[in-house]
């Protein structure tokens, strides 16, 4: 069978029986906008990307992937201290609404404490009224990167890389097998099969290291 050239959004994808296998990007611009209007947090991490205890740190960010029936984006909320991805969000856009979606699911699953650091870089998303707003209702506290700085949100991003490299697939058919397998890598391999090396705990999943902070956390009856 001929390979066929399909293009999605201006970018190039060869495709053949089994489903996309390549793909030709053109140059783009990364997701961080800043709003003209924007009212930025200060620095409440100073690129110190660690946490003693669950719920106590967490990093956010957003990334693009391709599909041939357009863009889907994806937003997600790490916990520092056991590096699992407890919140996120997936959505054909890139509105205020997806970060917000994603802090929601972190917050009903997470366990934040009051007080809660959310960290993120600079971008019209984290800047918005509706995020803020969902901060504040959330009893947090917002942090911001600097903007066009890739290390002042190193742990959010480096994600990102570690996703694109070991998910395998550059482009999808469509948004829904991009759904499935973004849910897939998340949900069962990387949180609950991914081993990390712990200093104390030696190599654990996050979902595993969560239970056990938890449990040295909890006070003695």
Excluded at 64 to 91: F, H, K, N, P
Excluded at 109 to 138: A, K, P, V
Excluded at 197 to 207: N, Q
Aim: some cysteine.
């Amino acid at each position: 069978m001929v390979p066929q050239i399909l293009r999605a959004n201006g970018d190039a994808a060869v495709v053949d029986g089994a489903g996309a296998v390549g793909i030709t990007r053109r140059r783009r611009r990364g997701l961080t906008r800043q709003s003209k209007r924007a009212v930025f947090a200060a620095d409440l991490i100073g690129r110190d990307f660690t946490a003693s205890r669950p719920g106590m740190r967490l990093v956010g960010d957003m990334t693009e992937l391709v599909t041939l029936e357009g863009q889907l984006y994806l937003a997600t909320c790490i916990d520092l201290a056991t590096r699992e991805v407890i919140g996120w969000a997936m959505a054909d856009h890139h509105r205020a609404e997806l970060p917000v979606a994603a802090l929601r699911m972190a917050a009903g699953r997470g366990g934040l404490e009051d007080g809660c650091i959310m960290h993120t870089d600079r971008g019209s998303e984290y800047t918005s009224d509706e995020f803020r707003t969902e901060i504040r209702q959330l009893r947090m506290r917002q942090s911001m990167g600097r903007v066009g700085s890739c290390y002042d949100n190193a742990a959010a991003e480096s994600w990102f890389a570690v996703l694109k490299a070991e998910i395998g697939t550059t482009a999808w058919e469509t948004r829904a097998a991009a759904r499935a397998d973004v849910f897939r890598y998340i949900e069962i391999e990387y949180n609950r099969s991914r081993l990390r090396r712990h200093p104390e705990y030696g190599h654990v999943t996050p979902l595993e290291t969560r239970t056990l902070l938890r449990q040295d956390l909890t006070p003695a009856a």
